[in-house]
């Protein structure tokens, strides 16, 4: 057993301390706080580049979408490969190349793409790039988390970096920008320049605040065989029935955060005659509620099962709520109802209870591999990925055919189908019918890791 084995065993054999029972690795504290930082600054830009695009650059609704369905399929790619590649040169150097990827980029965007040549192609190619930023960033930590956590308490470990997640994209994001345009009065374009501060600055105090060493270093013992390292997650995905479904069920999870971001901005505007700030403050509410209860699923995922909280409290709320952002503003505004706005902000924070009740998806992911954590959240990262572009994608695909009503109804439905996929995961989580994959089970790995033997 290797050194970082022997004392991640002790750790595990010791009392615990207050920040074990709140599943919270000590000493990872200064990258949650980086990565709500960084997560701030890339959420600032989520729901005002589309009506900026339209308004300042000619951009249609489809073309928008295409703009970031561009940019969703790097952070799909990205996704994907950030745990291989955190358990072949470390979390922390993944980290490293996901920041200065999204800071080189955003400034080509910004300064020369929007501000110099206002260039349409320049515009898709370095948005585009700049999508392989955020996922090395974000994902490198997830995968460091899965590697030192204590494995009693994963889920609620996991569910800290969710409360970090989505503390910043899209909660205080939505927030900063709202603050921005309707208090500072800025130009949305001068918006997105403090969100490249808000990156730089949570990118220096995860980097320099941790000195966790595990995460320091390759978590594989053989990280020589690069092509088998990163190849892992890609056979276990086509191997394992399981770990496909894992990636469509996180998928479907965040299409509609994506895909809202195109249209509702317009919907809000055009049919409801509210405005874009409003739109951000429902954005800010879905995911402050989500936040807490980030925690409280990871912790009830742990006790009433992985797969049963999915499916009805992640999936099955997911798909209600959803069908009333629309369908409860609509009918109240034609009526007239002077609530009809505080109504859909509360309909709202229903949703963002439901996509809380996905947390336990990523603990599921890693039982299928659960000593090589990196290649099992492949599958998972890749379902994150996808959604970034298959909800723009859909948009531009399908708005100009089902307008508004008949994006939401989709959504809805993708719910539902991803409420049958979290069913059939029963049996990954031990005491609950079922235990995770035998190693003979899953397909040849290069080598175990070692921070995660037991």
């Not at 349409?120 to 590697?147: C, D, E, K, N, Q």
């Not at 939505?174 to 600055?201: E, K």
Request: overall charge neutral.
């Amino acid at each position: 057993m290797s050194p970082d084995a022997l004392a991640r065993e002790a750790a595990n054999t010791r009392p615990d301390s207050f920040f074990d029972r709140l599943g919270l690795p000590r000493p990872l504290i200064w990258g949650f706080v980086g990565l709500t930082l960084f997560m701030i600054g890339d959420g600032v830009e989520t729901n005002i580049l589309a009506p900026y695009l339209t308004d300042a650059h000619g951009f249609s609704i489809p073309l928008a979408g295409s703009l970031v369905t561009v940019y969703g399929i790097a952070v799909a790619i990205a996704a994907f490969f950030s745990a291989a590649l955190s358990d072949l040169w470390g979390p922390r150097k993944v980290m490293i190349i996901g920041a200065v990827i999204w800071i080189v980029f955003e400034v080509l965007f910004l300064a020369v793409a929007l501000a110099a040549s206002s260039n349409t192609v320049l515009i898709f190619v370095s948005y585009g790039l700049r999508g392989f930023g955020y996922p090395f960033f974000a994902y490198g930590f997830l995968v460091w988390i899965s590697a030192t956590a204590n494995a009693k308490r994963l889920a609620m470990s996991i569910g800290w970096f969710y409360v970090a997640f989505s503390a910043g994209l899209p909660t205080l994001g939505a927030a900063t920008a709202s603050v921005s345009l309707d208090l500072f009065g800025l130009s949305y374009y001068q918006t997105l320049w403090i969100s490249l501060i808000l990156v730089v600055a949570g990118a220096a105090v995860a980097l320099i605040g941790v000195k966790e060493k595990t995460g320091r270093a390759p978590l594989v013992e053989n990280s020589d065989q690069v092509w088998s390292t990163l190849t892992f997650g890609l056979k276990l995905l086509v191997t394992d029935r399981r770990a496909l479904l894992v990636m469509l069920t996180r998928m479907i999870n965040s299409i509609p955060t994506y895909g809202m971001a195109i249209f509702f901005p317009a919907l809000f505007v055009d049919r409801f005659q509210w405005s874009v700030g409003q739109f951000l403050i429902l954005t800010t509410v879905i995911y402050a509620v989500n936040i807490p209860c980030n925690l409280f699923f990871g912790w009830l995922g742990d006790r009433l099962g992985w797969s049963r909280t999915v499916t009805w409290c992640g999936a099955l709320v997911c798909a209600v709520s959803m069908l009333g952002l629309y369908v409860v503003p609509d009918y109240a505004v034609s009526q007239g109802w002077a609530a009809a706005y505080p109504l859909t902000l509360l309909i709202g924070a229903v949703f963002g209870i439901g996509l809380a009740g996905f947390v336990p998806l990523s603990a599921i992911a890693v039982s299928l591999a659960p000593k090589h954590p990196g290649a099992a959240m492949s599958s998972y990262n890749l379902g994150i990925g996808a959604a970034v572009f298959a909800g723009p994608l859909l948009v531009a695909l399908l708005y100009g055919t089902l307008g508004a009503a008949g994006m939401v109804y989709l959504f809805a439905a993708l719910y539902l189908v991803a409420g049958l996929f979290a069913a059939a995961l029963r049996g990954t989580q031990p005491g609950f019918h079922g235990v995770p994959a035998p190693a003979a089970d899953a397909p040849a790995a290069p080598a175990p890791v070692a921070a995660t033997t037991t």
